[in-house]
Structure formats: structure tokens, C-alpha cells
């Protein structure tokens, strides 16, 4: 715990103007994004008595061991800074609403040649209209299952359209009229395209227009005596009505509006906002967050909006938002949703009418879901808080394990060996910072060998960073230190990647120059721009490779695998860090130098939790070995040669049939193929005759050698992308994954 006092800024040092500041820890991670009107005095409010500060606030502080700001010429521009921060940095103590699912959105694919009409979740794509969210995909499914009926747009997926496409039979959709079957010719590009318009346009709020048109042509069928078809429009009509009764309208004059609720206690608030298009309510979403510091309503709105609308552009962001609270200051805010809509944005509280009354409906949604979700997150807190005290006491820590690494090996048959590492923070799941590794030290299968290799790679790269850092002061074995070389056979997943270099500026005890757009700068250089500022690094505050120890290592194994750890860890000399196994076949916990495992009662929490942090960092180490396998079994010669991408190594196979049949082909046969010029072709011949041809397949259930292939069947060997595994290939009906 860090004595705020150690690294409290002079007063004058800190410029008495807009801008944003960031606190790090000791391993120089971001742990809190700010931005304010006034630097000097904001900051002055985070170094008072400890006494006099919100609970979190001080554990804030007292976590961080170092604070520095950028300057910035307005507010406007603090809030841009702030947002593009939290979200490259993830801070732990910023106001982070957590959404327990990506909510559904009804999408249509308007940028496609026939746009599909389908479920959607994650990101927004370019040229896909979006409505929603909605709570739940099945609201959605009815939805469109009643809209079918007047709009039949196609639905299906890209295979289903090529297959009926292929075959020249529509699927069951098109056979009861919820299709218009564009894959059979059924209706044009053009005007299929147009019908998918027509339904965006009904799901914006423009009903009656369609409404009235089918009325009109039930009539006019009515009149006409076709009375099958005034029943099918009748039907349709009310098909129509029937979607719409699930959106009622609640705002009058077709009104564009976000409302947004805040319900909150001392600790934790809960956000709730519907969205309402046209009048109607078209979507709800809500958010739950801690709240890290004494903070006000109009502030948490303030974090809500850029949330909200940090990567929404145009219509996404609405005329009118209405809040609780406004911010303080609400002018840049406003600015800012007006920057990003491209248009006037009203933000405002509603006084009265039928915006207030459904302002007061959003109210008891969000009181309803701080009221849940303390319900679930006490129960929660208190489970993950047992188990770690349970495992500290069962393994004799002095404190509990708030970060723990497990790690685990997989192979099958001894090939393709690689290793997993998952990172579990206060019980919960650290995605971002699990790791794979390829065991590279010998080859052959020893799970001992494999575990002391990987806990010396993963602990020497933590001695590197320490090192680099200088926390590490001793003059150690470079060996040990593991050099600045990148470990090839490494790879990092799930590791956050930013859009640019944003640069720290502005560092503790340094002064520099005001630059003409207000940008202070590290050096003292002058900058022409903010992006300019930003782009001066030398630490940009990211989660490093391996630069955060943890309290408690895991080992997938029993007595040897933790005896194999432990001595990695204590030939790289370190010492503070403990080590267990849980051994798969009683759920024995081992610990180093140990006859007889320590053994956690069956209902113990603890027992609990290392079960899944072990289970875990197997599942995350057979989907590598699983992914590594597949790909060296669908290898194929052509991968071999220079400048033959995808594309045409497709058109080869395509054209020929089989590597076997192109192995066979002369140069000039080759050049046939579109795109293979004379050199390539030429290129392909001789590495086709260097590579030696792959075995023949063999029927597993009568032992036949399919050697000879019909003309224009691939051959099923490894040599055809993507074809079934060759005999002789380890499978799992041939040996023990594990």
C-alpha cells in the first residue's frame, strides 16, 4: 500500500486548465482515467486526509503509486481523451457499466445483394441497419415471424441461400410464402432489395402508410370478388397490427428519443435506458456499475452517455436525450453528442407531460435492477470471498489469493504439445490476460519436462519486466532474465489492442511547454496538434506480456508437476510466489515437498474454485491443440510455395481436382488455370516434385485403398484443403487427448 504522500505533485506543477489525468500502480498499469475542468484542483481533492475520502477513492490512492495529466485546450476534447483512455486502458477503479450480455439487435443487411433479415449481437457493420436492442431474441423472432407475412425477406443463411440457389428449390419459408425466394429467381435484385427497404421503413415508425395501402387493396379485392385474396390481405393487415401492439406508442408526434434512468446507492448504481423511435418503444438496455469514488447523478450520467455513444454516429445518435440529472458542466457534453450525430442533440430533463411519466416508468425499471442485482452480486461477493479465504488457510497464505495462474498441458500421442495459462482475478475470469504457449524445449511427450519449461518461460519473462522497469534492482543472470528477444513460440490471446499510441504527458515533478493548442508534453516539445501530444510514448500503460506476478500458481497434476514447478520458480530465484497442483482423480490439492496432499472437503468453496480455474486452463489448452492439429492435418504442398495465396491455391484445387491430379499436370496445363502466370506455374511444378506425395486413403471400414479418385473429386488425403483426415493422422477414436 502506497503512502499517497510519496508521490503527491507540487501545486504549481499542475497547470490550472482543462485536461485529463491518469493514476498508475506500481507495475506503471493504469488503474484510474479522469478528466477535469481544472486539474490543480481536482487533483487537490484526491491528496487530502485519507480519513475524508470515500472507501474506494482511498483504496485508489493508496493503490497507485504515480499520477500524471495531458493538457487539452477545451472540455470538449477532455471528454473525447477520457472515453478513447478508459476504453484502450480498461482502468479497475473507472465507472465501468457491466452488461451481463450482448443485447440482441433485429439487423438487415442492406449491403448485401439480397439483404438478409437476422439476429444480431457484438459490433455494428457497415451498412447493416440496426433496431433495438431487445431484451430477449425470441421478441424478436416473433416479431419478424409476424412481418414475413407483408415483407417476405429472406432469412437464411449464406449456405441455405447457395444450396437452393444450387438445387433450384427454395426452402420451406419460400414454399408458404414467408420468402420471396430470390435464390430460385422468384423476384429480382432490384426489387427484393426494395422490399427489404420497405420493412426498415416500418420497423422506423412509417406504419400507417403501409397500413392504409393494404386496406385499400383488400378492398379493391373485395369489391372484385377475390375473396381469397382479400382474406390473405385481411390477415396480413392484422398480422401488421399485432406487431405493432408490442410497441405501443408512448410519446406523441412519431418523437426520437433515448430516456435514461440512474438508480443508486452509496456503492453501486444501476442505468437503465429505452430507446424510443417514432413514438414507439423500440429497445431497452440496462448497465450496473461500482462506484469507485464519491460521485454525483449527473456525472454518472456523463459516463452513461459515453457508453452510450462513444462509437455511434448519425441517426444512432437521437434529437433528444432525456436524463435524470444533467452533467456539470453540460455544455461539452452536449457538443460532443452534437459532434457525434452531425446535427442539433437536445439534452435535457423532462418536467412534465407524457416524457416525464415515462421517465418515471424507466425509474422503477432501474431501481428493479439495482434491487436484483444486489441480490445476485451479495451472494456472489461473499462465495468468491469464502473460497479465497478457504484456500488460503488450506494452503497456509498470509493473505488470500486475489491472482491466481493455472496452468495445464495438452497433447495427443505426444504431438503437437502446447501449453495453456489462465489468469483468475478475485475469483473471476481474466480473459485478456490467458496466454498459449508451444513447447519447444525437446520433442515427445513428458507433461514434467513441458510444466518446468513453460513456468520458466512464462517467470523469466517476469523478471524481464521487472528488470526493464528497474523494480528488479539486483544484477541477475541474463540468462534468468530471458533478454529482450520475443519468444516465437509464444502467442498472446484476447490482448486488448488500441487504435494509436496515445503518449503519457504532462509526468509527476516535470514541468513542460503549454503548446498553442494546450497540450502539455513530457519533453517540453511544442506540438501542433492534440493527436500529436498523444503520439509521444514511452509507456502507454497496457497490460504487458508478463509483467504482474501472481499469488498462487496452479498446476493441472499431482506430486510431479508441482515438484517440476516449484523448481522452475526456485532456479529463477523466486520465492514469494506459492504453487499447488489438483490432481484430477480424488481433487487432491499437492503442494511442493509434500508426501500427502491436502484434501478440501467435497462442498468446500475453495475446492470449488480451483476446480474451475483448472478445468478452465484445460478447456483453453485443448481448443489450442485442437486448432494446431487441425491446421497441420489440412496442410497441403501448395502451402509451400512463394506468392500463392488462398485464392488461387482455391482455383487450383477447383480446376484440377486434387493436388494429386495437379502434381501430374504439365507447366502449360497449370497456366491454364486464371491467374497462374508462366513463372508461378513453373514455381508450383517444382515444388510439387520436391514435396514427397502424401499416403493414400483408406476406407477405415472395409480397408480399401482409395488410391484412384473419379475426375473432379478431390482425393481425401491431407493435400486437399479441408478434406477429411488421412489414415494414419492420430484421431481421437486412435489415442487419449489430453
Not at 555 to 560: A, E, F, I, Q, R
Request: aromatic residues 6%; glycine residues 8%; proline residues 5%.
Amino acid at each position: 500500500m502506497a503512502d499517497p504522500s510519496s508521490y503527491r505533485p507540487r501545486p504549481g506543477d499542475i497547470p490550472d486548465s482543462p485536461g485529463v489525468y491518469k493514476f498508475r500502480d506500481e507495475h506503471r498499469r493504469v488503474i484510474y482515467v479522469g478528466k477535469a475542468k481544472s486539474l490543480r484542483q481536482r487533483l487537490a481533492n484526491y491528496f487530502q486526509d485519507l480519513a475524508n475520502l470515500h472507501p474506494r477513492t482511498r483504496t485508489m490512492v493508496t493503490t497507485a503509486a504515480s499520477v500524471e495529466w495531458t493538457v487539452v485546450s477545451t472540455e470538449v476534447e477532455a471528454l473525447q481523451l477520457e472515453y478513447s483512455w478508459i476504453k484502450e486502458f480498461d482502468p479497475r477503479f473507472n465507472v465501468k457499466y457491466r452488461d451481463d450480455k450482448s443485447y440482441p439487435y433485429l439487423a438487415v443487411t442492406m449491403n448485401e445483394q439480397f439483404p438478409r433479415v437476422q439476429v444480431m449481437r457484438g459490433h455494428k457493420k457497415k451498412g447493416v441497419r440496426y433496431f433495438g436492442p431487445y431484451a430477449h431474441a425470441w421478441a424478436i423472432r416473433d416479431t419478424v415471424d409476424l412481418l414475413l407475412r407483408v415483407f417476405p425477406v429472406r432469412t437464411c443463411s449464406a449456405g441455405v441461400f447457395k444450396n437452393a440457389a444450387r438445387t433450384d428449390r427454395p426452402c420451406l419459408l419460400g414454399y408458404i410464402g414467408k420468402c420471396s425466394a430470390p435464390c430460385v429467381g422468384r423476384i429480382s435484385a432490384e426489387d427484393h432489395w426494395e422490399l427489404a427497404d420497405e420493412f426498415c421503413d416500418f420497423m422506423t415508425g412509417r406504419t400507417g402508410t403501409y397500413l392504409r395501402r393494404l386496406e385499400k387493396q383488400m378492398m379493391e379485392a373485395a369489391e372484385e370478388l377475390e375473396y381469397e385474396r382479400a382474406a390473405r390481405l385481411r390477415d396480413d393487415i392484422e398480422a401488421l397490427k399485432k406487431a405493432m401492439e408490442k410497441n405501443a406508442v408512448v410519446l406523441a408526434d412519431a418523437t426520437d428519443a433515448d430516456l435514461i434512468a440512474v438508480a443508486e446507492d452509496e456503492l453501486e448504481a444501476a442505468v437503465q435506458i429505452f430507446h424510443v423511435r417514432g413514438g414507439r418503444v423500440r429497445g431497452q438496455r440496462g448497465w450496473v456499475t461500482d462506484k469507485v469514488e464519491e460521485i454525483t447523478t449527473g456525472a454518472l450520467v456523463e459516463h452513461a452517455l459515453q457508453q452510450l455513444y462513444g462509437e455511434e454516429t448519425g441517426d444512432a445518435v437521437p434529437r433528444e436525450v432525456l436524463v435524470p440529472a444533467l452533467p456539470d458542466p453540460v455544455d461539452p457534453v452536449q457538443q460532443w453528442l452534437t459532434g457525434r450525430r452531425g446535427s442539433g442533440v437536445s439534452l435535457r430533463i423532462p418536467q412534465r407531460g407524457d416524457k416525464k411519466a415515462l421517465m418515471e416508468t424507466v425509474q422503477r425499471n432501474a431501481q428493479q435492477a439495482l434491487m436484483l442485482h444486489k441480490t445476485k452480486r451479495a451472494s456472489d461477493l461473499t462465495t468468491r470471498s469464502r473460497a479465497l479465504e478457504e484456500i488460503a488457510d488450506a494452503l497456509g497464505l498470509d493473505s488470500a489469493p486475489l491472482r491466481i495462474e493455472c496452468y495445464d498441458i495438452s497433447h495427443l500421442q505426444g504431438e503437437d504439445v502446447v501449453a495453456s495459462m489462465v489468469v483468475f482475478e478475485d475469483g473471476l475470469q481474466r480473459k485478456s490476460e490467458y496466454r498459449r504457449f508451444q513447447i519447444k524445449g525437446f520433442a515427445g511427450q513428458d507433461d514434467v519436462r513441458s510444466m518446468h519449461e513453460v513456468i520458466t518461460r512464462r517467470f523469466r519473462r517476469y523478471l524481464a519486466e521487472k528488470e526493464r522497469t528497474g523494480e528488479w534492482a539486483e544484477d541477475g543472470d541474463p540468462g534468468l532474465a530471458g533478454g529482450t528477444d520475443a519468444d516465437p513460440a509464444l502467442e498472446r490471446t484476447g490482448a486488448r489492442t488500441g487504435t494509436g499510441a496515445h503518449g503519457q504527458t504532462g509526468a509527476v515533478g516535470e514541468t513542460g511547454a503549454l503548446t498553442e493548442t494546450g497540450a502539455l508534453t513530457k519533453t517540453g516539445a511544442r506540438t501542433d496538434t492534440l493527436d500529436d501530444a498523444l503520439a509521444l510514448t514511452e509507456d502507454d500503460g497496457r497490460p504487458k506480456r508478463f509483467a504482474y506476478p501472481p499469488q498462487l500458481v496452479v498446476v493441472d497434476g499431482g506430486k510431479p508437476q508441482v515438484a517440476a514447478a516449484q523448481r522452475a520458480l526456485d532456479e529463477l530465484g523466486i520465492d514469494d510466489i506459492a504453487v499447488c497442483g489438483l490432481a484430477k482423480r480424488l481433487e487432491e490439492v499437492w503442494l511442493p515437498g509434500e508426501d500427502d496432499p491436502v484434501v478440501l472437503p467435497r462442498t468446500s468453496e475453495g475446492l470449488y474454485l480451483l476446480q474451475r480455474v483448472r478445468d478452465e486452463a484445460h478447456r483453453f489448452a485443448i481448443t489450442y491443440q485442437r486448432s494446431k492439429r487441425a491446421k497441420r492435418v489440412r496442410s497441403s504442398p501448395l502451402d509451400d510455395v512463394p506468392g500463392l495465396g488462398a485464392t488461387r491455391k482455391q482455383a487450383l484445387i477447383k480446376h484440377f481436382g486434387s493436388v494429386k491430379k495437379l502434381r501430374s499436370a504439365t507447366i502449360d496445363q497449370i497456366c491454364e488455370v486464371p491467374g497462374i502466370g508462366r513463372k508461378t506455374a513453373e514455381t508450383i511444378a517444382a515444388a510439387l516434385a520436391q514435396a514427397a506425395p502424401a499416403a493414400p486413403a483408406v476406407n477405415t471400414a472395409t480397408g480399401e485403398i482409395m488410391d484412384d479418385v473419379e475426375d473432379g473429386a478431390p482425393e481425401t488425403t491431407a493435400d486437399a484443403p479441408g478434406e477429411p483426415v488421412p489414415t494414419g493422422a492420430p484421431d481421437e477414436r486412435r489415442g487419449q487427448e489430453t
